[in-house]
């Protein structure tokens, strides 16, 4: 087993990042809270249906006959899978690769590439969930695959990381525009729009600029802090805010939000 496993990714504005694996300690914990949040819904579901099925009961005799129990049965099971698989469809892709228990364990799943994952990925997942769980093959490909993929993950094309930490950085220093126009950033943008990746790519270039060119620090610059205008919808930058400026701002920003 791989005790913690990193893998890199490149983003296109050539900055590499580098992600921790979930692991099968941190996944595990997820699963047991996920399976605790599904066990409730589904005791709902079985108080609903058999109290739907017992008022109902002359109807279904009226429509499949003797064998209408066996269909009950088969129904509800199709019903209960379709919760089950749907949990982690719809979780996933609305919570941009978490669940409630991914949530609580700070893990989220992502893209081999490190994108966000979308409907065709978490479906996979889903639906290969009940083989990986087939006598434990999903956790012992975890525990011995280079990338700690289960078979759901290898179909889909993602892998599971442990979220961005948000700390201070000591080898870098920020200006006191950006720590006033961060101030006035967290009045008038909504942060939470921000993912642990987006901030990730801002910090690793405040601490890379110092090393590149000014060519190239100046493109990057640029074109990082329109992607993230676009991603805070700021419509108008004052002109005495540079690209450098409003990254800085941001960096505090979010750091400010986060630490509370």
């Known amino acids: 087993m791989h005790i913690f496993n990193r893998v890199k990714f490149r983003t296109p504005e050539s900055v590499e990042l580098e992600f921790t694996l979930a692991g099968i300690g941190n ?28 008022q109902l009961n002359e109807l279904w005799t009226s429509i499949f006959g003797s064998k209408a129990a066996l269909w009950l049965i088969a129904i509800a099971s199709l019903i209960g899978f379709t919760i089950y698989a749907g949990y982690f469809v719809i979780f996933e892709t609305l919570w941009q690769g978490q669940t409630p228990g991914k949530r609580v364990a700070k893990i989220r ?53 442990q979220n961005q930490t948000v700390t201070a950085s000591r080898t870098f220093t920020l ?17 939470s729009v921000m993912l642990p990746d987006d ?18 620090r100046a493109s990057v610059a640029l074109r990082l802090a329109k992607d993230v205008q676009a991603i805070l919808h700021l419509e ?21 939000k986060v630490n509370g």
């Not at 200006?175 to 943008?189: C, G, H, M, P, W």
């Open 109 to 161: 799943v992502v893209r081999d590439d490190g994108r966000p994952v979308g409907l065709p990925q978490t479906t996979l997942r889903a639906l290969l969930r009940p083989i990986d769980e087939f006598l434990f093959i999903g956790a012992f490909l975890i525990m011995f695959a280079r990338r700690e993929k289960r078979l759901g993950d290898l179909a889909a094309g993602t892998i599971v990381i």
């Open 175 to 191: 200006s006191e525009q950006a720590k006033q126009e961060a101030d006035k950033l967290l009045q008038i943008a909504d942060l």
């Open 199 to 216: 901030f990730a790519v801002i910090k690793e270039y405040l601490h890379r600029r110092g090393a590149m060119t000014a060519k190239a």
């Open 236 to 256: 108008t930058i004052p002109e005495s805010t540079s690209p450098d400026i409003l990254l800085e701002a941001i960096y505090i920003a979010y750091q400010n």
């Open 27 to 54: 996944r595990a914990w997820a699963l047991l809270i996920d399976y605790h949040v599904l066990a409730a819904i589904m005791v709902a579901l079985i108080i609903i249906w058999t109290t739907v099925s017992v």
